[in-house]
């Protein structure tokens, strides 16, 4: 400590310390004692963690642990204490035992968490497409907003304009005007300034002139023909200006950019007078001459653009405009040329839409003012919706010329978008291109250079066939059709016994008691045996149980778009039905075999199909009344006469049904399914037309079947019901008919007569409907056999 004290104390000296000697001893010894420590507790941190490492069953991973948390400076603590956990084995028993615990608490909880996370992700999805919907119709509101304002260049600038200021100039000159002064005065006016002795009110279209009273009279009667020139060109100016921005439609920009190009011809000729006026050859009289060689052409531009400007006009409104005054145009070619020019120029924009939307099936409208409205719809399950809302025809926007394409125009880009979303490789291959890749340009008569008509057609067979041969080729659309057939109009025979047979104590009872899954199952078994193990569509059918009787069925859409529709829409019919009243089949389609198989389209399948095994039940259970007659016959012929009755109405009933059975598959179904088939193979040519023949198709089923009209549905339907009447009464009662044998016979006298009364009424309704329509000619015959 000595031999330290003199160092200090000249280390003290030199750097003018005031601490002490004996103040520099305590931190040398503090600071010591911290190093001896830290030494300790990097030997012990050492220590634990060589143990820790033999006990362990992953020691790398526990290293890679350690090695984190080294910079806590609780980290030798820590080791500390897992070490004296891991030589405790009751603790480390107690540990285990209550993670097992805590893991099956986990796991409870997971799927509770699961749920929580969908519906946090389903809510977030929500709140996303809700703000892009607010963005959108913000996107919108800006638009109309923007288009509503004046161009800013005009507000800003406004002495940059071709037209008159609003600043008009005031006459200090009390002399009166000489001819010289009123030339210069008048050419100041045609180029849109105001003068000494002519000024104009610009809040008036088109404005009017203020003639200074001094004038001659002799150049008062020239003055105003002159200023007729005047007028047009401020009409013309305006409209140029105002529509330099794109805020009226592209269109409209387009025609001012071409007008701005004839105002810069009109300002040459002015120019040209100037000259001849400042050389002095320039007189009131010849001015005047030289006005009128122009002026019916700027008169004839200024009434086109007042038109277009007085009644906001814009894309095909201003087209059809244009085109109009092309069809009334004869005599003058330089007035033909001009309208031609702008013509072809002011369809530029629009047919750039057009091919956008003929050509890829996109819609192309920034200014919103193209002829396709998109409906930003979502393809979802409801693609009857889709197909037809989410594309559609503005007629307002439709030039005149186009007016008998509008539909052929439509149908194209809705084929090319809906290939779009088709499932197929090479969607390159589905945008159309032109032969000789030429864009399409507008012409008075269609010549084969400029036959955009033809082109149009071109992309329409090309979109219309490519949509048709992949729903036909790649969709196998035939055997989806064939498949349809087999299950939903009971094609295939075996599956309507097997259906019947299997899932008869199911469809015994009240739809309510129904177990869904169950007859799900029994109904997969029936679609897997037989023929039904080679369809390979028979995964799309699946089972649904109506709420709505089939009469309400079946009207309900007849009064689709009908007055009717809103009483059907909020009707809610009873519920208490049966099994076999209640059961259907439906089908799970993808796009774009949904586009045939719409909604419409499934719910007339269905009612053929409800219709279709109504029959078949009621003859299986006529034939079931059958198999207990034949009990009946071994009975003595004494007792057999009493029921001779119920033998020959159980006979009457089955014929009626086997017969109108008949006649629905034979003469109805069979028939227009040959026709239908045969029209897609050779008739049809796109999508619509094959929506169109499927439609024809069920019409004339539900037609011939007697759905559509009420009066026969009625009867057909009572005399079904009059049948199932008889066969659950002869099956109640087939073990007391020797007790009951008064009862019976008045019974079966009972429905025998209303049976008979209903098949009179029956066919003298379809007498009456074959007066109006031969068809129903061929039922009359099938029914009276």
Not at 214 to 229: A, G, H, M, S
Request: glycine share 2%; net charge neutral; with cysteine.
């Amino acid at each position: 400590m000595d031999r330290a004290r003199i160092p200090i104390e000249e280390l003290i000296t030199s750097f003018k310390s005031n601490s002490t000697v004996e103040d520099i001893f305590d931190k040398l010894e503090v600071w010591s004692r911290n190093d001896a420590q830290q030494i300790q507790l990097e030997h012990s941190k050492e220590h634990s963690l060589r143990k820790l490492l033999l006990h362990s069953n992953n020691p790398v991973k526990l290293k890679e642990k350690v090695q984190c948390i080294d910079k806590n400076k609780l980290a030798s603590k820590f080791m500390e204490l897992i070490q004296e956990i891991s030589e405790d084995k009751k603790l480390t028993v107690f540990l285990e035992k209550r993670y097992k615990e805590y893991e099956r608490d986990t796991s409870c909880s997971e799927a509770v968490q699961y749920y929580k996370d969908e519906i946090e992700k389903r809510n977030e999805f929500q709140k996303q497409r809700q703000m892009k919907k607010e963005i959108r119709d913000k996107k919108v509101v800006l638009k109309k907003s923007v288009c509503k304002q004046t161009p800013l260049w005009k507000n800003l600038r406004k002495y940059q304009a071709l037209d008159y200021f609003n600043i008009p100039m005031t006459c200090s000159d009390t002399t009166y005007p000489e001819e010289h002064d009123l030339v210069d005065d008048i050419l100041s006016c045609l180029q849109g300034f105001h003068a000494k002795f002519i000024n104009s009110n610009k809040l008036e279209t088109p404005p009017a002139f203020n003639i200074n009273e001094d004038i001659d009279p002799q150049f008062k009667c020239i003055v105003p023909k002159i200023l007729r020139l005047v007028s047009a060109y401020t009409i013309i100016c305006r409209y140029s200006e105002e529509n330099r921005q794109s805020h009226n439609g592209c269109v409209n920009q387009a025609l001012a950019c071409y007008i701005s190009k004839f105002i810069r011809d009109y300002l040459n000729f002015i120019i040209c007078l100037e000259n001849q006026h400042k050389s002095g050859e320039l007189s009131l009289q010849s001015l005047s001459f030289a006005a009128q060689a122009h002026v019916y052409k700027m008169e004839f531009v200024a009434r086109i653009v007042s038109t277009i400007t007085q009644e906001k006009k814009k894309g095909g409104q201003t087209l059809s405009v244009l085109h109009e005054e092309m069809t009334q145009c004869y005599i003058d070619e330089s007035l033909k040329k001009l309208l031609a020019g702008m013509v072809e120029v002011s369809t530029i924009p629009f047919f750039q839409s057009l091919e956008k939307w003929i050509f890829k099936g996109q819609v192309f409208d920034p200014c919103d003012e193209f002829m396709i409205k998109c409906g930003n719809l979502i393809l979802s399950d409801d693609t009857e919706k889709y197909w037809n809302r989410c594309y559609t025809v503005r007629n307002e926007y439709v030039p005149s010329y186009l007016e008998k394409f509008k539909e052929i125009i439509l149908r194209t880009g809705k084929y090319l978008n809906a290939l779009y979303h088709c499932n197929i490789p090479n969607k390159s291959n589905l945008i159309y291109t032109s032969t000789n890749n030429e864009k399409l340009i507008y012409s008075m008569w269609c010549s084969d250079s400029t036959n955009y008509l033809k082109t149009i057609n071109d992309a329409y067979m090309f979109a219309s066939s490519s949509l048709l041969n992949v729903l036909l080729i790649d969709y196998d659309l035939m055997n989806r059709l064939k498949s349809i057939k087999r299950y939903f109009l009971l094609e295939q025979g075996d599956f309507v016994v097997h259906l019947l047979d299997v899932c008869d104590e199911e469809l015994k009872k009240p739809t309510d008691d129904i177990v869904y899954n169950r007859l799900e199952s029994l109904l997969d078994i029936c679609l897997r045996v037989n023929v039904g193990c080679v369809d390979q569509y028979k995964d799309d059918i699946k089972m649904e149980l109506k709420k709505d009787p089939l009469s309400f069925q079946i009207f309900q859409i007849l009064a689709i778009q009908t007055e009717k529709e809103k009483d059907y829409t909020n009707f809610q019919p009873s519920s208490n039905l049966l099994g076999i009243q209640s059961f259907c089949l439906g089908l799970t389609t993808q796009w774009p075999v949904s586009l045939i198989f719409n909604e419409t389209v499934i719910s007339n399948y269905q009612i053929l199909f409800r219709l279709l095994l109504l029959c078949k039940n009621v003859e299986r259970q006529l034939l079931k009344v059958w198999l207990c007659d034949k009990h009946l016959k071994k009975i003595p012929n004494s007792s057999a006469i009493t029921y001779k009755k119920a033998f020959n109405l159980r006979q009457n009933m089955l014929l009626f049904v086997q017969n109108l059975e008949y006649y629905m598959f034979e003469e109805v179904i069979e028939t227009q399914w040959q026709a239908f088939t045969s029209a897609i193979q050779y008739k049809v040519k796109n999508v619509d037309e094959l929506l169109d023949e499927q439609q024809k198709f069920l019409n004339l089923c539900l037609k011939n079947c007697m759905v559509t009209n009420p009066d026969l549905m009625k009867s057909s339907r009572y005399l079904l019901e009059l049948c199932t009447e008889f066969s659950d009464y002869i099956l109640l009662t087939k073990s007391h008919l020797n007790h009951l044998k008064l009862d019976f016979e008045k019974s079966i006298q009972i429905l025998e007569n209303k049976f008979t009364a209903a098949m009179i009424d029956l066919l003298k309704c379809i007498r009456k409907m074959s007066r109006l329509d031969s068809g129903w000619t061929l039922m009359e015959c099938t029914l009276s056999k």
